[in-house]
């Protein structure tokens, strides 16, 4: 196993590690991200999804055409996050800079709960490695923010693949998220951050936002801009759960 974040190889017994123990890192106020559950009136993080504008799946400033011999399509996924963390649809929540290093050896599952004001929505979450913003890093990697583990739920699906459902306008459900493994070192100094937000263009076609049978055959008239909303208070404590090796917080 490739060890990002020290770039090592490994060679394990099993996968995940043997000597790793799921931790919760909660969403909390003020863009918080936490190994401390959250308190009493933390309360909700909101942002407006407008399909007329979604969240690009890289910064079209970088973007060199596809599948011409410059292209660089087949490396956005070690593109830096930052922008996207700057846009009004990006929710974003960071860990103070780590005092040890901590090390990732297994599963990372999103657990969120969540509403809009529609009646469907989609649900990235990216979890990141941030580096430090001071002059003893390369210009290059400065503040840059690593996606680590990402997907997307699409919420119709909660229940059932075979028969989606609307969702109601304003009821907190809870989605599980499934953002695979991974192996990596969060080092010393560095921040770990989570982004949610609900488009990813043109990865994931848009979601309209309105209930519709068939997304595919939906109209320009269904497409609807909602205001989405992450709990994160003690009865609704959104988190990232992820396999730690042993001897981190």
């Known amino acids: 196993m490739f060890q990002s974040g020290s770039n090592i190889w490994q060679r394990l017994t099993r996968w995940p590690a043997a000597d790793t123990r799921p931790r919760k890192l909660y969403m909390r106020a003020g863009g918080r991200l936490s190994f401390d559950a959250p308190k009493a009136g933390e309360g909700t993080s909101r942002f407006v999804s407008d ?12 973007l060199k055409p596809f599948m011409l011999p410059e292209s660089n399509w087949s490396t956005w996924l070690a593109d830096d996050q930052a922008p996207f963390a700057a846009r009004k649809d990006v929710l974003f929540w ?17 657990h969120l709960y969540a509403s809009t004001t529609g009646t469907d929505a989609d649900w990235v979450v990216k979890l990141l490695d941030v580096h430090p913003d001071d002059a003893a890093i390369p210009a290059e990697l400065r503040g840059h923010q690593r996606m680590i583990a990402n997907d997307v739920f699409r919420g119709r699906f909660r229940t059932s693949y075979e028969k989606p459902r609307a969702i109601r306008p304003g009821k907190v459900l809870p989605y599980r998220i499934n953002l695979h493994s991974a192996s990596h070192v969060f080092k010393k100094g560095h921040r770990i951050a989570v982004q949610v937000q609900s488009s990813w263009f ?8 309105t209930f519709v049978p068939n997304i595919l055959k939906a109209r320009p008239s269904d497409y609807k801009a909602q205001t989405h909303a992450v709990h994160h208070s003690p009865a ?5 759960v992820i396999d730690l090796a042993a001897g981190g917080p």
């Open 51 to 62: 399909p007329a504008d979604p969240v690009p799946y890289r910064d079209r400033a970088h």
């Open 236 to 240: 609704y404590p959104s988190a990232i």
């Open 202 to 209: 043109p990865l994931i076609d848009r979601n309209p936002q």
């Open 94 to 110: 960071q860990t103070e800079p780590l005092a040890e290093d901590v090390t990732v050896a297994g599963n990372i599952v999103a």
